[in-house]
C-alpha cells in the first residue's frame, strides 16, 4: 500500500478527531462514531506499515527498537482513550491527574515517542517521514484543542493552563 495513501487516511482520521471535539461542545449525538472513526483511521496505517513494509534492521536492533515503539504506542493508547474514563469522576471539570498532573498533552509525548521508535525500527526515510507528518497532524489538533475546543468544554481550562505546561511540563513557580 502506497504510503501518501497511508498518510492521507491518518490525517483524515486527526480531522475526525479535531471533529469529535467540535461535536462535544455541540453535543451532538455523532460524537461517538467520529471519536472511534477518527481513532481507528490514526492507529491503521501503522499497521499496514508493520504488516506490508520491511524494516531496514535485523536481530538485535530490530527488536529493542520494536519493543521501544510497542510500549509507546500502548502507553499513547492509555493516555489518550483509558485514562480519562477510568479515573476521571468529574464531568465538565479538567482531569488534573496521572499523565495530566504535568502536561496538558501527555498524549502528544507518548505519540511522538511512538513515531520516533517507530521510524527508527524501519529504517526507511519514506516512513520516517510518514511519521513526522502524522506528528505534525498531532501538534496542529492539540494546538486547536487548547486553544478553541477545551476553553469551551471545561469551565476551569484557563486556570489549568496556568499551572500546567502545554506539552514540556511546567518547571513549578519559574513560568
Known amino acids: 500500500m502506497d504510503l501518501i495513501k497511508l498518510f492521507l487516511l491518518a490525517a483524515t482520521g486527526y480531522l475526525l478527531l479535531g471533529l469529535f471535539d467540535a461535536a462535544q461542545i455541540k453535543r451532538l449525538w455523532i460524537v461517538p462514531l467520529l471519536g472511534v472513526s477518527g481513532a481507528l483511521m490514526t492507529a491503521l496505517p501503522y499497521l499496514f506499515i508493520a504488516l506490508f513494509f520491511k524494516s531496514g534492521r535485523s536481530g538485535l536492533s ?6 521501544l515503539a510497542a510500549a509507546a504506542g500502548l502507553a499513547t493508547l492509555y493516555i489518550a482513550l483509558l485514562e ?20 496538558r498533552h501527555p498524549g502528544f509525548l507518548a505519540h511522538l515517542a511512538f513515531n520516533l521508535f517507530f ?15 502524522c506528528i505534525a497532524c498531532n501538534l496542529a489538533l492539540v494546538t486547536v484543542e ?3 475546543f477545551f476553553p469551551l468544554l ?3 481550562w484557563d486556570d489549568y493552563t496556568l499551572t ?5 511540563p511546567r ?3 519559574l513560568l
Open 62 to 67: 530490530f527488536s529493542i527498537l520494536l519493543a
Open 84 to 103: 480519562i474514563p477510568l479515573r476521571h469522576r468529574q464531568a465538565g471539570s479538567v482531569y488534573r491527574r496521572g499523565t495530566y498532573a504535568r502536561t
Open 119 to 133: 521510524a527508527l525500527t524501519f529504517a526507511s526515510q519514506p516512513i520516517a517521514l510518514f511519521c513526522f507528518g
Open 146 to 148: 487548547d486553544r478553541l
Open 154 to 156: 471545561f469551565n476551569d
Open 164 to 168: 500546567t505546561g502545554f506539552i514540556l
Open 171 to 173: 518547571r513549578r513557580g
